[in-house]
């Protein structure tokens, strides 16, 4: 059998060996140890720290992507507060543009609103033609309209501030509620590097003076421009911009015209009274607009918050409350009637009544035109004077066009004696669906030749007259 080899003592090498194991020292020994040790968990150390920079990673786009923060270095708290807000985005963003959506409705009684949904316009490099778009500022990024919302379309060179005047519609009266539904927040990068998003009430048409709510990620500002010279009423430091939030301007309250508020959903965070009359009012200061300003750099830009939708109505309802129109005869003179389907004459009606804000009316032609869409009921009542066709039918004309009929036809009858029998007037109503711009008209149809002094009116206008009122309306 073959014997393994052996460390002979008087082997020259192995008497070497022997003497350098001798010499090592307790602390050699445990050096060379933790050599190998290391030399070992160098790769799992590396492998630890790229685990540790994906996750660091990780948590920075999270940050970033739900917040819209800048910057690296952000904590799993961060990270945990993101997708804890994230969770609630859609149901909370969807919820914001309902509540202003029915919040314009319900203040549109009796007034002036307008509603603007972005989701329903294309992509753009404006929010759209009825907005009147004024830029200041050195750089070249835009604002317009990108998935839905209404973004800022960047360019990383210098800071831009853009001024938007809704140039469509103005409130009716001086109180204005405008508001907006944000979908992210404005970015803040430091104090002086910052984003910004405004609301404008009580603004002139060319967007030089106005009330403002200005929002930064961590302050809220109100104040005023009046040809371009700003006032700052009151400043908001301990605040904090929430994304999925609505926030709203109020320009005049019930405690006064010079009362002002800024709110989140229906809570104040800033209320203000003005001492004196800096700010301006009147019919040349009702429009509303928005506003946005962007901080850039060659390195990059914050942008402001991205608009989901946007609105504003009169704050107070007008003297005339629901929307409804009146107008009458006054005119004592009969005027003629003619066969066939016609629309009344002009100068029929000459005296208007109550005539609610949101429609407009024409006494020339006797025309009412409504803004809000709705079912309206329409009613009429003529005084008859002398002869009247065999049979008159009141109708009613929407756009130009008959429309529908209104009651039953009023006709000449026979006495006892054979003698013609004339009925002192006649009434009609009739419901239509109305859209916005919608007109209607009073008009008729009769069926046999001109018959002269048919109609006339009497001094107090109650025998002669038509109407129109709101029925409903959809609040979707």
Not at 151 to 173: G, H, K, L, Q
């Amino acid at each position: 059998m073959t014997q393994p080899d052996r460390l002979l003592p008087g082997d020259a090498a192995n008497r070497t060996s022997l003497s350098a194991f001798a010499a090592k020292t307790q602390e050699d020994w445990e050096e060379e140890r933790r050599g190998q040790i290391s030399s070992r968990l160098t790769p799992a150390r590396a492998g630890f720290q790229k685990i540790g920079d994906d996750f660091s990673t990780i948590l920075d786009n999270i940050v970033k992507g739900f917040f819209g923060w800048t910057g690296a270095g952000f904590r799993h708290e961060d990270s945990a507060q993101a997708l804890a807000d994230q969770a609630a985005a859609t149901a909370s963003l969807a919820a914001a543009v309902t509540a202003l959506q029915n919040n314009q409705n319900n203040q549109a009684v009796g007034g002036e609103a307008e509603f603007i949904d972005f989701s329903l316009r294309a992509d753009g490099t404006s929010l759209g033609a009825d907005f009147t778009q004024t830029y200041s500022g050195s750089g070249t990024g835009i604002w317009g309209i990108s998935s839905g919302r209404a973004a800022w379309i960047p360019a990383a060179d210098a800071p831009r501030s853009c001024v938007a005047v809704y140039n469509a519609d103005v409130t009716s009266t001086d109180n204005q509620m405008v508001g907006a539904s944000f979908a992210t927040s404005p970015v803040w990068f430091n104090s002086s590097a910052e984003a910004r998003n405004q609301l404008f009430g009580r603004m002139n048409a060319a967007g030089t003076s106005y009330v403002y709510a200005d929002f930064g990620k961590y302050d809220a500002e109100l104040g005023c421009v009046v040809g371009g010279v700003k006032t700052v009423f009151a400043v908001k430091e301990s605040f904090s911009f929430r994304a999925n939030a609505l926030y709203w301007l109020r320009c005049g309250t019930v405690g006064g015209l010079r009362v002002f508020q800024v709110l989140e959903g229906t809570s104040p965070i800033i209320t203000h009274t003005e001492v004196g009359t800096t700010s301006q009012v009147g019919a040349d200061f009702r429009y509303c607009g928005m506003g946005a300003k962007a901080y850039a750099t060659g390195f990059g830009t914050s942008p402001p918050g991205k608009v989901s939708a946007w609105a504003f109505s009169d704050n107070q309802p007008p003297a005339v409350y629901g929307s409804t129109g009146h107008m009458s005869r006054a005119n004592t003179a009969a005027f003629n009637v003619s066969s066939g389907t016609h629309v009344m004459p002009n100068d029929t009606f000459d005296t208007p009544g109550e005539v609610s804000s949101d429609i407009d009316y024409d006494l020339t032609t006797g025309t009412f035109k409504v803004s809000v869409p709705g079912q309206y009921l329409l009613e009429v009542h003529v005084m008859i004077s002398g002869d009247l066709p065999s049979q008159l039918q009141l109708q009613a004309f929407k756009n130009g066009s008959p429309s529908r009929m209104m009651g039953s036809p009023i006709n000449r009858g026979l006495s006892a004696g054979a003698a013609a029998m004339v009925p002192d007037g006649g009434y009609g109503a009739v419901s239509l669906q109305l859209e916005e711009d919608d007109e209607v008209q009073l008009g008729y149809t009769a069926t046999t030749g001109t018959v002269g002094g048919c109609i006339r009116g009497e001094a107090t206008g109650l025998e002669t007259f038509f109407t129109i009122s709101l029925q409903s309306r959809s609040l979707a």
